[in-house]
């Protein structure tokens, strides 16, 4: 059996591709960047929910918000792992990312500009990425998949404390109420877009999902979503920001309104409201914590000259 054969019997057979297989260059490649644009949102993802650690509520708000952030640099130390068994060095990836020729999802690029932004993260955008992180778990590439799976539990936890906030919300004042109603009025059509391009449009499906290393479209998981997500903001007596969004008996599914695409494409080529700060923040964290790096290489080369 040639190398390429035995990669297509394993991906026929459902099994694994492991670091050490051999693979076709454009399954590597476009593994190194879907995986390292999933660490890089992961990492940059941090920023817009941390904003908001030093004005949480309360302790018991703020104990819990500071864990999540901390499990999102988790997230991104796995993801980061997992692309370097591709080949490539973290240290590379950082750089790419910092010289903007790496794209991190759309949906950090916008403010969190009250107290409901945080339950609505929680709630939508970490509700958004267990669908698709859940198929994930399915990826034929070993080290992303098995990567997910602890993910995708935590991303549970996420998106309950979410849910959690806007319940409380939703029960309290009318001016509370409000507040999670704006909130859900500014990040629905956002985490919508979390899902990326109409499968017609989107340049990678069609091959990844031959590869399995997506199982599900982006118009199919944005669906999944929709549909999961309404029934949850009639619990919480919300209104989706939607005028076209109903049910429809035929398809057994909710039909939506059309995404801005114009604001999407924008959003991606580093023109939204918040790229310039976020990309900013992120170099300067680097280059202030280039210290703490040098200082934990030394300490490990001086362990490891001891053990010798
Ligand atoms: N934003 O061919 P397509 C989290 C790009 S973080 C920006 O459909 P693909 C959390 C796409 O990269 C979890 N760019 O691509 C953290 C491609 O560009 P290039 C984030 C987007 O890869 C903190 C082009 O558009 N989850 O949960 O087949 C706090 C064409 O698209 C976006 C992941 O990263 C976008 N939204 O499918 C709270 C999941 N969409 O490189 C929560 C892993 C598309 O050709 N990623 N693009 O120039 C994926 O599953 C897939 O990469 C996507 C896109 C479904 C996102």
């Given at each position: 059996m040639t190398p390429e054969e035995r990669f297509q019997a394993l991906i026929d057979a459902e099994e694994k591709i492991e670091p050490t297989d051999w693979m076709p260059e454009g399954y590597?490649?476009?593994?190194i960047r879907q995986i390292a644009q999933h660490a890089h949102s992961e990492v940059i993802g941090m920023q817009p929910e941390g904003n908001w650690i030093t004005r949480a509520p309360s302790l018991h708000r703020k104990a819990i918000l500071m864990a999540k952030v901390q499990d999102e640099?988790?997230?991104g130390l796995y993801l980061y792992s997992a692309a370097e068994t591709l080949g490539v060095r973290r240290d590379e990836l950082q750089e790419l990312l910092h010289q903007g020729k790496h794209?991190?999802?759309s949906i950090f690029n916008y403010p969190t500009l009250s107290w409901a932004d945080i339950g609505t993260i929680g709630w939508l955008v970490d509700g958004a990425a267990i669908t698709n992180q859940v198929m994930l778990t399915r990826c034929s590439y070993g080290p992303y998949a098995r990567a997910m799976v602890r993910i995708c539990k935590e991303e549970s936890f996420?998106?309950?404390?979410?849910?959690e906030i806007m319940m409380r919300l939703c029960e309290g004042t009318p001016e509370q109420k409000a507040m999670a109603?704006?909130?859900?009025n500014r990040w629905w059509w956002p985490s919508l877009m979390m899902f990326g391009?109409?499968?017609t449009d989107s340049t990678h499906t069609e091959q990844s999902m031959e590869w399995k290393i997506k199982r599900v479209s982006n118009d199919e998981l944005r669906q999944q979503f929709v549909d999961m997500t309404v029934p949850q903001a009639e619990y919480l007596g919300l209104t989706i920001p939607d005028p076209e969004l109903r049910w429809n008996p035929e398809r057994g599914h909710y039909d939506f309104g059309e995404i801005d695409w114009d604001e999407f494409w924008r959003v991606v080529k580093g023109f939204g409201p918040m790229n310039r700060d976020r990309l900013a923040h992120?170099?300067?964290a680097w280059e202030e914590g280039a210290w703490v790096r040098e200082a934990a290489a030394a300490h490990a080369a001086k362990k490891a000259a001891r053990a010798a």
């Open positions: 590597r490649s476009t593994l640099a988790g997230h794209k991190y999802s996420h998106q309950r404390q979410g849910y109603q704006d909130a859900l391009p109409h499968d992120k170099v300067n």
